[in-house]
């Protein structure tokens, strides 16, 4: 056996890690070993044993509460509430959270398509390797496509695609030319004044953020601050901090088939 897997016995070699990465939480390491040693206590007197003993210090879980102040969170529980409420037969995601992806297949079989494709096994999530710019799935079939905090990074170069300065533009043309009439796009991207952060993403004001998808019907949208709220002006926007907006739209045509 290598001393390394050795090590791996007696410690989580991913807790290790995670200490060595942010040297800042070995100042919690006295009050892991207080409890450590008052539990261990405890446990020889409850049970008249101990258990075998592997050491996975979790430093950072000493809390007053959970935060769920981030756009992340908000945005994926709205781009879940407008799949829900549409019920398509199935549906596809381009590049959102791993988590908004996987619960989304569990309410329906969802294909995931992204130039890091997801690293899977779960049922009812397929995963494919593709780009936005060329969708595997022919001239309007797909019923319901969500793809939250995607487009504004189409063609900057950030995740390894190639530059392109009408990523965005050419990302939503392919997205339209898939859905099927009536079927819907759920996205979201940044808002506020219209500037390009290179080479983090592109900003939008919130009239071009809905016109992405020409043709298309506004169905539902909220500006993320990032605590959903409705919009108010552009001149609010562009005072706000980091804002994103979430659109639904829907594709002219008579209404997608739902089970």
């Given amino acids: 056996m290598s001393h390394l897997s050795e090590l791996s016995l007696r410690i989580s070699l991913g807790a290790l890690k995670r200490l060595l990465l942010r040297p800042s939480q070995i100042i919690r390491l006295p009050s892991y070993y207080h409890d450590l040693k008052t539990y261990r206590n405890a446990e020889l007197s409850t049970n008249g044993r101990l258990r075998p003993l592997r050491f996975y210090p979790c430093l950072n879980d000493k809390r007053a509460s959970q935060d769920t102040n981030d756009n992340y969170f908000y945005q994926d529980c709205w781009a879940s509430r407008q799949v829900f409420r549409e019920n398509p037969d199935w549906g596809v995601d381009v590049g959102s959270t791993v988590l908004l992806v996987g619960i989304l297949s569990q309410f329906k079989p969802w294909t995931s398509v992204d130039i ?12 494919k390797a593709g780009s936005v710019l060329e969708l595997p799935f022919n001239d ?15 063609g900057l170069g950030r995740y390894g695609d190639p530059l392109n300065p009408n ?4 990302a939503a043309k392919e ?3 898939v859905l099927r009439p009536g079927g819907i ?5 940044p808002v506020g004044r219209e500037v390009l952060e290179f ?14 998808f020409k043709g298309f019907t ?22 706000s901090v980091d804002p994103v907006v979430c659109v639904c739209c829907r594709k002219s045509g008579s209404v997608a088939n739902t089970t």
Avoid at 141 to 153: A, G, I, K, S, Y
Avoid at 167 to 170: L, P
């Fill in 140 to 154: 309007g079939t797909v019923p319901c496509l969500t793809t939250m905090c995607v487009l504004e990074h189409i």
């Fill in 167 to 170: 990523g965005t533009e050419q």
């Fill in 185 to 189: 796009v759920v996205f979201s991207v």
């Fill in 175 to 177: 997205i339209a030319r």
């Fill in 116 to 127: 890091r494709p997801i690293k899977s096994e779960l049922a009812g999530l397929e995963c």
């Fill in 218 to 239: 506004l169905v539902d949208s909220c500006v993320l601050t990032p605590v959903p709220r409705r919009f108010e002006s552009e001149q609010a926007l562009a005072a």
């Fill in 199 to 212: 080479n983090a993403h592109r900003r939008f004001t919130y009239e071009q953020a809905l016109n992405l």
